[in-house]
């Protein structure tokens, strides 16, 4: 009976969400008290839907993009001919995390205008960090004797790559990617200072117009969108394990 | 002899190329928000000076491009960054015309790659020299001079952020001691509210899973949504309690920034303490209790100080994040840096977002270099006194 508890909560959470976004009237009075001169309780200036739907896609874009770019770097420098690379890209990884979203935002604004631009700049920036340092650690921790053996095994160093290396390290790289994405969830409504259209408007309006209510319902859709997306990439990565004899752990 | 290249040299030297010879190394603007004109470096300096930082950058990136001695590299790193510091001031002269005071000349692209190639240069020559944690935050307090040496000298002057700053100065130093108190008062609170919890949770079993997974989502309401929730509840507390309110606590400004700061840093400090709690080994704690160590002797001192480097790595995390989330707090009236970066991104003043950019992005590094140093230090010292 426990165990069936946190499964059936995240689909209480599913639930609750889709219903939310889809036909948001239904939850107008709960809402209500929280507004005051009878301001509008439900966001009225675009539909959530459109806005958690194009939120989803802005993330999926960075981050894509941001995996692409992390794991080709990070194999680059765990090969012989890009070995010299390793430490100043560790040093790199450091140095980029100082960098606040809202600076890289609104630095990105002249080069490449307002919307959804800057934002994706800022998300894939973002993106890449965690995923790089883990695609490090997980390509620089191989069980020696494994990369041995496939050498023994006469692999090319393609093989090894594709066939030991990568799948090995899948379930740490798959961690990165999901920090990544929970980050960028949250990141992303900060896009809607550049006039990206993420469910940061919701926020933003009403952070303007002193209404709570937008406020409260924009957060917690990112919210129950971030748990519910950790939830679904957690499990993604055990099976990984799993399947690779879990000496992820 | 044959000659071999440095690959990370060749990646520099083409930056270093593209950004000297075709894009613009400065850009003037009639005032200080209508498109800007683009100068090479040889029409931004006059005739002694262009020619003279282009030989320097040429020198130095074919130092770069070789296999060169690191004391080379070095110097051909210092000696590029020294030149375009102290030209771009000079570029900012000449291309103002004289008495004109709405005319802007700001760094351009090619001025940026050109800070970034021979930064790249130098950072791969200090990693290279494996410094200690000591001569990290030597080098680091040398450069903090340098740069603070070239802005109290005026050379600078001529540039635009810096006239953005000469007509907002005391607001720039009023918004930045904000921006500190904020991000270090937050951390402040998080560490003395954090660490007993952290210590409560390596005790108390049943309240690890729990407490983490509340904190964990936390984390993931943005951040400006929880500014903009804990308005509400200081509002009420203000009104309602007193006393509250001549404290400061307000519906809006610092008081719900400091708040929603302080809930973001908890998650890093108390799962660090619990994982560096659980990380001490099981021997030291035995021998501990076999002195007969009473509890509190145990924890403050075996388990706490075996720890501590690893607690030290969460508060590390929490004060970057914390610089740069405090620059949100400036759209709830919590000040910071970040209200010249949105008055800059509302205005479309670019120079007006730098002011308030790259403070921030300033204390950021410094403050992580110097806790990196700091953990690796207490880190080396467990491991000379457990060896």
């Known amino acids: ?249 | 002899m044959t000659i071999r290249f440095d690959k990370l040299g060749v990646v520099i030297a083409a930056l270093a190329a593209y950004a000297a010879f075709l894009a613009p190394f400065a850009t003037f603007r009639a005032n200080r928000i209508v498109p800007g004109q683009a100068r090479s470096i040889l029409e931004a300096l006059p005739i002694t000076t262009g020619p003279l930082l282009l030989a320097i950058l040429v020198i130095a990136a074919f130092v770069a491009l070789f296999r060169t001695p690191l004391v080379l590299r070095l110097a051909a790193g210092i000696v590029a960054l020294a030149a375009l510091a102290l030209l771009i001031g000079d570029a900012g002269t000449f291309l103002t015309p004289a008495g004109n005071t709405f005319a802007r000349v700001s760094p351009a692209s090619g001025f940026w790659i050109l800070i970034f190639a021979f930064t790249l240069l130098l950072a791969d020559v200090l990693t290279r020299l494996d410094l200690s944690p000591w001569a990290r935050v030597g080098v680091l307090v040398v450069a903090a001079l340098a740069i603070g040496l070239l802005l109290v000298s005026g050379r600078w002057d001529s540039l635009s952020i810096l006239k953005e700053y000469s007509n907002r100065a005391d607001s720039f130093w009023a918004e930045g001691s904000k921006h500190v108190t904020l991000a270090l008062g937050s951390l402040l609170a998080a560490v003395i509210v954090g660490l007993p919890l952290g210590i409560l949770c390596h005790r108390v079993e049943s309240l690890r899973a729990g407490v983490l997974n509340v904190l964990n989502i936390i984390q993931t309401i943005p951040s400006i949504a929880l500014f903009g929730l804990l308005i509400a509840p200081l509002g009420w507390i203000a009104l309602h309690v007193p006393g509250a309110a001549a404290l400061g606590i307000r519906g809006i400004g610092t008081a719900p920034a400091f708040v929603a700061l302080f809930l973001y840093s908890l998650l890093p400090v108390v799962a660090n303490t619990v994982v560096g709690l659980a990380g001490v080994p099981r021997a030291a704690n035995d021998a501990a209790r076999g002195m007969g160590m009473t509890d509190r002797q145990r924890l403050f001192g075996v388990e706490f100080p075996l720890a501590f480097p690893v607690i030290l790595t969460g508060i590390r995390i929490v004060l970057v994040q914390n610089i740069g989330l405090a620059t949100i707090a400036a759209l709830i009236g919590g000040g910071g840096f970040g209200v010249f970066v949105f008055q800059g991104v509302g205005q479309t003043a670019m120079d007006l977002v730098l002011l308030g950019a790259v403070p921030t992005v300033a204390l950021a590094f410094a403050a992580a270099i110097i806790l990196d140093a700091v953990i690796e230090m207490t880190a080396t010292r467990r491991k000379v006194q457990t060896a």
Do not use: C
């Open chain 1, 1 to 249: 009976m426990r165990a069936w508890l946190p499964l059936l909560l995240r689909l209480a959470l599913v639930v609750l969400l889709v219903a939310f976004i889809t036909s948001p009237g239904w939850f107008e009075p709960l809402l209500k008290p929280l507004t005051e001169n009878n301001a509008p309780a439900i966001y009225n200036q675009g539909s959530l839907l459109t806005l958690t739907l194009l939120h989803l896609r802005t993330v999926l874009i960075a981050t894509v993009a941001a995996t692409i770019v992390a794991v080709a770097l990070a194999i680059l420098v765990t090969r012989p001919a890009g070995a010299e690379f390793l430490p100043l890209s560790r040093s790199l990884v450091n140095i980029g995390q100082t960098f606040p979203p809202v600076a890289v935002l609104a630095l990105a604004v002249p080069a490449v205008g307002f919307g959804e631009k800057p934002t994706l700049i800022a998300l894939f920036l973002y993106g890449l960090l965690p995923i790089f340092e883990n695609a490090l650690t997980g390509l620089t921790t191989l069980p020696a004797n494994v990369v041995e053996a496939a050498r023994g095994a006469g692999m090319t160093g393609w093989q090894r790559l594709t066939k030991v290396e990568l799948p090995l390290s899948a379930p740490i790289i798959l961690g990165g990617i999901r920090l990544s994405v929970v980050i960028s969830l949250a990141t992303a409504t900060i896009g809607s200072t550049v006039a990206a259209r993420t469910l940061g408007e919701v926020i933003i309006a009403g952070l303007l117009s002193n209404n709570l209510a937008f406020i409260l319902q924009g957060g917690l859709i990112v919210a129950a969108l971030a748990v519910l997306i950790y939830d679904g990439l957690s499990a993604v990565e055990r099976y990984a394990a799993r399947r690779m004899g879990s000496e992820a752990q």
